[in-house]
């Protein structure tokens, strides 16, 4: 099969929010500052001035990441190159999932790549980042990965940021992920790197680092992790504003005041919008009378003692789902995020939190999106006179229209309606010239008469479906595998069987394919087990 795309909005599965801001609806338009277009990239590069000593601190963090590991020459070249006095990103970010996760975290990586490789230039060079949520503390939203429709899980408990965890008892579920990816022709080496990146030693954050870099080091990404003493240092003012003057929740309050009745808000803006670290702890920061509250049993503070606390270790304190992209801003000389329908959304709630703590805000690109089909899929759907694009109609729709299409009787009751319709508005007229009490007895029979008709309608139906079994039962495999438990392939599928098949050329077909400035879903051809 060859390369298909259809327009988001044909999907039927993204939200009202994405489709209006891909099709730049004048509605949506305060509510970001660059449009998701080359002009808008292009304005905001121009736009996008940071600071040196942020810079140069920047750099020396990641230097010392990514110490005491192989450094591959591409990344070696980005490190150096994030140094010029000029240079940007273009930033992604995501939760510690297993394995990377669902397939879309890759389309968010390779789409970074594609547009630091479009914007940069020799004098302003832009480099791909990959921002992991090492502060994330929802534990059972990363701790699994389903390869080939199987949950592989990481037993164990929550305890704090996600990123701090070791990897006990990863060994197991190690194997089992690699016992599933079979006979590939580059399952093996698929395995061994598992086995190197995910050791029992290493933390998540550290297995996630060496695991990304290994894929996607060869395209110059850098992998930030932004629990980082330093970092947060940078960062201390804004939180500083936060606890002062709860400027978060008087700006998207704002935000979502505008954005109701037309979309809904994605993301929740408490008093304080800030978590405290304690080991084996990240919990929220409440505001009671004048005194803060660490929740989960943490300590309390007056004002003055939370501000100290804050001087002392900023890298205590950790921004929530609204505060991370201030903090991304802030120590990053970024010019656009990549992110899925709900991040965007989300990002819609903050250009006057922007605003308000003097902050740049990036250009907003919504991740490609993508599925596979296999050539014998396609073939399929071929026979029963179907598309790709047909598969995002509602499966009992489909269904309908196989059986309809191959059913040797007609099942379609449209001509016996309209005569029964012209029968009975006749016995009406007649009725009401008789007596007009009885108009209503022969609307009523005509009514009875016409349910009866749709019955039958129905019933032929249903005897077309049974008679077309084995294409429906076909049908529903195909629409199956290309929506997973119902969902979108990329928001379950894990990248990595794909992988095993085709090796590093997996990742040089999606870059080539998947282009973030491209505004349609897009269905790919699965190639052939070799």
């Excluded at 009523?444 to 349910?451: G, K, L, N, Q």
Aim: charged share 25%; net charge neutral; with cysteine.
């Amino acid at each position: 099969m060859q390369r298909t795309v259809l327009p988001y909005a044909d999907t039927g599965r993204f939200s009202p929010l994405v489709v209006d801001y891909l099709r730049s609806a004048p509605e949506l338009r305060e509510f970001y500052r660059w449009s998701p277009d080359r002009e808008g990239l292009r304005a905001a590069a121009d736009a996008r001035t940071f600071d040196p000593a942020a810079r140069t601190l920047l750099c020396d963090v990641l230097e010392r990441q990514y110490a005491g590991m192989p450094v591959q020459p591409q990344v070696r070249q980005s490190l150096d190159r994030l140094r010029h006095p000029k240079a940007l990103t273009v930033t992604t970010g995501h939760q510690l999932c297993l394995f990377t996760g669902p397939l879309y975290v890759p389309f968010k990586i390779l789409n970074v790549v594609r547009l630091a490789g479009e914007l940069s230039r020799a004098d302003r060079p832009v480099v791909p980042v990959f921002w992991m949520a090492t502060e994330d503390h929802d534990r059972a939203e990363v701790d699994h990965a389903w390869i080939n429709d199987t949950k592989v899980q990481w037993p164990g408990q929550a305890e704090g940021p996600v990123g701090r965890l070791p990897l006990e008892g990863i060994g197991p579920v190690v194997q089992e992920a690699g016992a599933l990816l079979g006979p590939g022709t580059h399952a093996d080496e698929l395995r061994a790197l598992l086995q190197r990146c995910y050791r029992p030693e290493h933390t998540l954050a550290q297995a996630t680092r060496l695991f990304v870099d290994a894929l996607f080091g060869r395209f110059g990404v850098l992998v930030l992790d932004a629990d980082n003493p330093g970092l947060k240092r940078l960062f201390a003012p804004v939180m500083r504003e936060e606890l002062l003057n709860q400027v978060a929740v008087r700006c998207v309050r704002y935000a979502n005041e505008k954005l109701d009745g037309h979309w809904r808000s994605q993301a929740f803006a408490r008093d304080i919008n800030l978590f405290h670290l304690r080991p084996g702890h990240r919990s929220r920061i409440g505001l009671h009378g004048d005194r803060f509250q660490v929740l989960d049993g943490g300590p309390s503070f007056s004002l003055d003692e939370l501000l100290a606390e804050l001087d002392r270790h900023p890298e205590d304190f950790s921004p929530n789902v609204l505060m991370r992209p201030l903090y991304q801003e802030t120590i990053l000389p970024n010019v656009a995020y990549v992110g899925g329908g709900g991040e965007l959304a989300y990002w819609m709630q903050l250009k006057w939190l922007f605003q308000a703590v003097q902050l740049p805000m990036p250009v907003l690109m919504l991740r490609t999106s993508a599925a596979f089909l296999s050539d014998k899929d396609a073939a399929r759907l071929r026979e029963l006179g179907l598309t790709a694009q047909d598969l995002f109609t509602p499966l009992a729709g489909l269904q309908a229209r196989v059986a309809l299409a191959r059913a040797p009787f007609p099942t379609g009751m449209e001509e016996e309606k309209e005569a029964a319709r012209a029968f009975y508005h006749r016995l009406q007229q007649r009725a009401a010239s008789a007596d007009a009490t009885l108009k209503g007895a022969a609307e009523a029979i005509a009514v009875r008469a016409m349910r009866g008709l749709e019955s039958m309608e129905r019933k032929l139906l249903r005897a077309a479906k049974r008679r077309e079994q084995a294409p429906l039962q076909q049908l529903h495999r195909v629409h199956a595998a290309f929506f997973p438990g119902g969902g979108l392939q990329e928001r379950r599928a894990n990248f990595m069987p794909w992988y095993a098949r085709e090796g590093p050329a997996f990742f040089d077909r999606l870059l080539a394919a998947l282009d973030p400035l491209d505004p349609n879903f897009t269905v790919l051809p699965l190639l052939p087990a070799n």
